[in-house]
């Protein structure tokens, strides 16, 4: 199995909504066989990051705990993943932009309106985040135009999306960019922001956030 193959299984793409049988949309309906116990999921709907318990009976409890695609009679649950206190626990942190409208930037650097920014308390090497960046955007020009979308941690990049998001001219929301993070150094303050530009003049970003959830180890 490649790396990037590797990432894919243990990382799902964002879903829509939690449940929902036979919808390819929910969580409920993704078929684990070829999963790794322990792998994640964003869910849209519940502004959560939910975790794979590939084994466990554990009482179902939406939107809590819920069944996998095989049933509630077997092994396998969708936990979700909730922040707690300091002391070894999860942590889920959030940010919402402000400095909007945001007239984006087509000069070949990515522009972070104020608050699109997360910071940690101090982590060490081999901790790992899920970091999610979500935005909507108004293209004013006469012409479709694309924009790009990265990620940093401490002002350096670490992930730029690779297909550039076609703006048509009007409003748009895009699916949330996605990816994990291990820290290769210990880091007393991880800073994680998001960032986007235009290839093209007239596009601003009207709303925007980034979530970051530490995974222990």
């Known amino acids: 199995m490649s790396h990037n193959s590797a990432i894919n299984y243990r990382l799902l793409d964002p879903k829509t909504v939690l ?5 390819g949309e929910s969580l409920e309906n993704v078929i684990i066989d070829p999963l790794p116990n322990g792998a994640l999921c964003f869910v849209n709907d519940q502004d959560a990051v939910y975790r794979l318990a590939k084994f466990a009976l554990t009482a179902v409890s939406a939107p809590d705990v819920i069944a996998t695609s095989r049933g509630a009679g077997v092994p396998g649950r969708w936990v979700k993943i909730t922040g707690t206190s300091a002391g070894g626990g999860i942590e889920v942190l959030a940010a919402n932009a402000s400095e909007l409208p945001f007239d984006l930037p087509n ?12 910071t940690f308390g101090p ?20 012409s479709t135009q694309a924009i790009q979308g ?18 048509a001219v009007n409003a748009n929301t895009f699916a949330p960019l996605q ?10 303050a991880p800073v994680f ?25």
């Open 19 to 23: 449940l929902g049988g036979g919808d």
């Open 107 to 118: 000069t070949g650097e990515f522009g972070t309106p104020t608050g699109l920014s997360v």
């Open 123 to 142: 982590s060490v090497t081999g901790d790992m985040f899920v970091v999610q960046v979500w935005a909507e955007t108004v293209n004013e020009s006469l």
């Open 150 to 167: 990265q990620i940093t941690l401490d002002a350096v990049s670490v992930f730029d999306s690779q297909i550039s998001h076609e703006v």
């Open 179 to 188: 990816y994990v993070v291990t820290l290769l150094a210990d880091n007393p």
């Open 193 to 217: 922001s998001a960032g986007y530009r235009a290839f093209g003049a007239g596009v601003d970003l009207t709303a925007a956030s980034i979530s970051v959830t530490k995974i222990p180890a």
